[in-house]
């Protein structure tokens, strides 16, 4: 073997190749291009490790003095745009490893005893999985402030509840936001639980079967924020799970969100005209000038495809793999990556629609009152009134319905006779629970959508954003 062909090996490979990696290889090989993401994360696990290697003995209080405040430095450079990320190098690791040994010199490759790469990115994928469903949280938690704001400050507006998209009973526009409201409270509730289910720390793991170095992975584990060390080696190197768990919670929210996203699209249409939204959240059109669209809701619900993506994505890679790691995983990253920005961007686009949207009350009452959506109480009064059985009741409700759709009128509209004619027991008591209004009060059940029912709600939720 030549000196010339050692000197173009692989550095990173020690004496086991020869030759350099081809062009091609080095481009599809690297992930520098996108997991220079974790440079935080992979600095900060790196301190916690110097740490823990200096308190076991490996390092030299000195030394590991030197890694860190290398370290330091690295990150400032980061932060100031003045690190060169190099793709020979790869990742991230080995990027900030590099310089760290251009910095400190050869006590930089002290750093990596008792680690490797595998779990060295396990660890800084879970530290920065943990960091954005704390940032995320914080975005769900504005947006449900200001759905409850919203609620709070229309308790009189009353809309159409649909099912099937068709008209069903009149209900609080207020109870209609806190329904959104319950959604979100889910999201940040699953957040929670899988912050807490993966708060383990991979360090210590190295390559899949542990280290024979007398490390403290508990040392390590305390030191990040974990809650205690993962407890097998070769599953701690191949676990995404944690990765899936979080791309199906932000799936979720992105749904939730592309929900009220649509209702803002109908709302704004002319054959409703429920809300406005100012010029901040809308488009025009290039050729209709009176155009006034809702943009930022129709690409927060097509956003959600792509979080949708990026769950099936990381799904498929990991579904044929075999214990352990595989260079396979490498893909785990660019769809968290991209998911995490765009429900980031979608939560925060949500948000000021929210506080933005100004509600057409006249319109909304106008169709809460067509439809016969107070059928239902036609119906319960039957029951309550004549102890019809509910059965009995509904066939004679849709009995009234079919004559007032027959005339073109409303329920309320009907006369007395005319009702009678269909059941000679009704009395002019029925015509005080077929108004909107009357509807609405009436729904005071726990969970319901009267008033009394609704400010309970209001005041439920407070406490809990608090």
């Given at each position: 073997m030549t000196k010339e062909k050692k000197n173009s090996s692989n550095k990173m490979w020690g004496g086991r190749f020869d030759a350099k990696p081809s062009e091609i290889m080095q481009e599809i090989n690297q992930s520098i291009s996108f997991d220079y993401k974790l440079y935080k994360q992979d600095i900060k696990g790196s301190k916690a490790h110097a740490k823990m290697l200096c308190e076991?003995?490996?390092?030299?209080k000195v030394e590991a003095k030197k890694i860190t405040d290398g370290l330091n430095k690295i990150e400032g450079e980061i932060e100031s745009g003045k690190f060169k990320f190099k793709i020979k190098l790869e990742d991230i690791h080995m990027n900030i490893e590099s310089r760290l040994k251009e910095i400190i010199g050869d006590v930089a490759g002290k750093l990596h005893t008792a680690r490797s790469r595998n779990d060295q990115v396990a660890t800084d994928f879970r530290l920065f999985v943990r960091d954005e469903i704390d940032e995320i949280k914080f975005l769900l938690t504005q947006l449900e402030k200001n759905l409850?704001?919203?609620?709070?400050k229309n308790l009189d507006v009353i809309l159409p509840g649909f099912t099937h998209l068709q008209v069903g009973q009149p209900v609080l526009?207020?109870?209609?936001?806190?329904?959104?409201?319950?959604?979100?409270?889910?999201?940040?509730?699953r957040l929670d639980d899988l912050r807490q289910r993966m708060n383990e720390c991979p360090l210590g793991a190295c390559a899949m079967a542990g280290t024979s170095f007398p490390i403290n992975r508990h040392l390590t584990a305390e030191e990040l924020g974990f809650d205690r060390p993962t407890s097998n080696s070769m599953d701690t190197v191949s676990d995404r799970d944690f990765a899936v768990e979080f791309l199906f919670c932000l799936s979720l929210t992105a749904t939730h969100l592309s929900r009220i996203a649509e209702e803002?699209?109908?709302?704004?249409?002319?054959?409703?005209?429920?809300?406005?939204?100012?010029?901040?959240?809308?488009?025009?059109?290039?050729?209709?000038?009176?155009?006034?669209n809702p943009d930022a809701a129709e690409l927060v619900r097509a956003k959600t495809g792509r979080i949708f993506g990026s769950l099936i994505s990381l799904l498929v890679v990991l579904k044929g793999l075999t214990l352990t790691y595989s260079k396979d995983m490498q893909e785990d990253k660019e769809?968290?990556?991209?998911?995490?920005?765009?429900?980031?961007?979608?939560?925060?686009?949500?948000?000021?629609?929210?506080?933005?949207?100004?509600?057409?009350?006249?319109?909304?009452?106008?169709m809460a009152g067509s439809g016969f959506s107070t059928a239902t109480d036609l119906a319960d009064w039957l029951v309550k009134n004549l102890k019809m059985p509910f059965r009995d009741a509904h066939h004679v409700t849709g009995q009234i319905v079919k004559m007032a759709e027959n005339k073109g009128v409303d329920l309320h509209e009907l006369k007395l006779a005319e009702m009678q004619k269909v059941e000679k027991k009704i009395t002019k008591e029925i015509f005080a629970v077929l108004t909107v209004e009357s509807s609405v009060a009436s729904r005071t059940s726990f969970g319901g959508t009267s008033q009394v029912r609704v400010k309970e709600e209001i005041a439920k939720a407070k406490k809990f954003l608090k």
């Open positions: 076991v003995g490996i390092l030299t409850v704001e919203k609620a709070e526009f207020s109870h209609h936001m806190l329904a959104y409201f319950e959604m979100f409270k889910r999201d940040i509730s803002i699209v109908i709302w704004m249409s002319k054959g409703f005209e429920f809300v406005k939204l100012s010029d901040a959240f809308t488009s025009g059109s290039s050729i209709m000038p009176q155009k006034k769809p968290v990556f991209d998911a995490v920005k765009n429900i980031k961007l979608c939560l925060q686009a949500m948000s000021g629609m929210v506080t933005d949207m100004k509600v057409n009350k006249e319109n909304m009452f106008k």
